[in-house]
């Protein structure tokens, strides 16, 4: 038998005890005694109670996500309070979670790297922003996530939104990663106006910014989908949605590498309407078979840049599309260009926005 709680003692204690005053009644005797001050809620301070999403270990996030409760003590100096409004979950973040991004911070953290923010209190020497001004995170310290309730943090590792007008918080607080990486991985290569871009994986957050970028600058795109074979229709949905967003052409991944050299290239003069060699850059954010697919679409002396692995699987190139086709590859991660050109991500911010 496990021992009594105190609470059942207590409760044995006052029924064997019935004229003597249990545990409960002689506190609450001390404490009438005390003066009364009167209730004085906590934002009474200018403290805000905040939730936070946060990680000790790493694993699946459904396993090691937990919820958790805490207190922002007034902002002084240059600190900022923000309520978060919008933030986005990026593939990213999960592999942050997960332990297998290059970049993680120290634990425990909290995940997310995005998010549109309002400010709900400044520190005195803050110029920058006001209370009610929309901001964006632009260098959080790896760990200071974004998927919580409230922050506080120094008012210069934000941008402030100038213009918010007619702008939706939850579509701010995509800028800062996928149409950032659309737009520096188009306008940084210097695709022109009449020249086509193919790209997999269309319908993710950068393939609908480059479309859409595209369809903007003249820009003409062959759009790589997945085709699921268990839901056609979801699949003739995505294709349709792509179309509208302005994408020249939109094909299913099974319909590459399905036919001998001379039918791809039949395919290939058909899809473009005759102008395949004006393909000169291919965007990749798949490993395996995919990228290799991909590069067979990009004109001889044309690049490919991998910007992604969703699906985590090594790269599959061929020898010949680097010797005979004359074909370069390269990576690029938007976290290193922006430390590289910090001024740079501001500009090409406001510019989307």
């Known amino acids: 038998m496990s021992p009594p709680s105190l609470a059942q003692a207590i409760l044995f204690f006052s029924r064997r005890n019935p004229h003597k005053q249990t545990l409960f009644q002689r506190c609450r005797a001390a404490t009438s005694k005390l003066p009364r001050i009167p209730a004085r ?5 200018g403290y805000h109670q905040a939730k936070a999403l946060v990680y000790s270990s790493h694993g699946q996030p459904s396993a090691v996500l937990n919820l958790q409760t805490h207190s922002i003590s007034p902002p002084h100096s240059h600190l900022l309070t923000l309520r978060t409004l919008s933030a986005p979950i990026n593939p990213s973040d999960i ?3 997960q332990g297998t991004y290059p970049l993680l911070p120290s634990l425990p953290a909290t ?5 549109c923010f309002q400010v709900v209190a400044t520190g005195s020497l803050v110029k920058s922003v ?5 901001v964006l995170p632009l260098t959080f310290p790896p760990g200071l996530g974004t998927w919580r309730t ?9 941008m402030k939104v100038d213009e918010k007008q007619g702008l939706d918080h939850t579509d701010v607080s995509t800028v800062g990663i996928n149409p950032i990486t659309a737009w520096v991985l188009l306008k940084g290569l210097e695709a022109r106006d009449g020249d086509w871009v193919v790209l997999n994986a269309a319908n993710s957050g950068v393939g609908r910014a480059v479309v859409q970028l595209g369809k903007l600058w003249g820009i003409k795109t062959l759009a790589i989908v997945r085709k699921r074979e268990e839901d056609e229709a979801g699949s003739a949905m995505v294709k349709k949605e792509l179309e509208e967003l302005g994408a020249t052409k939109v094909i299913f991944d099974t319909e590459l590498g399905t036919a001998g050299k001379k039918g791809f290239e039949d395919q290939l003069h058909n899809w473009t309407g005759g102008e ?5 850059l291919g965007l990749n954010s798949l490993g395996g078979r995919e990228a290799h697919l991909l590069s067979k679409c990009v004109h001889p002396g044309g690049s490919v840049i991998t910007y992604g692995n969703m699906n985590n699987k090594p790269l599959s190139l061929s020898a010949g599309s680097l010797i005979f086709r004359d074909l370069s590859f390269r990576g690029f991660w938007l976290s290193k260009w922006a430390e590289r050109h910090p001024t740079e991500k501001i500009k090409t911010i406001n510019k989307i926005l």
């Open 111 to 115: 995940p997310g790297n995005e998010a």
């Open 130 to 134: 006001a209370a009610g001004d929309w």
């Open 95 to 97: 592999n942050q979670i």
């Open 41 to 45: 809620t906590i934002s009474t301070f």
């Open 276 to 280: 395949q060699d004006k393909i000169k």
């Open 150 to 158: 409230h922050i506080q943090v120094p008012e210069d590792i934000v």
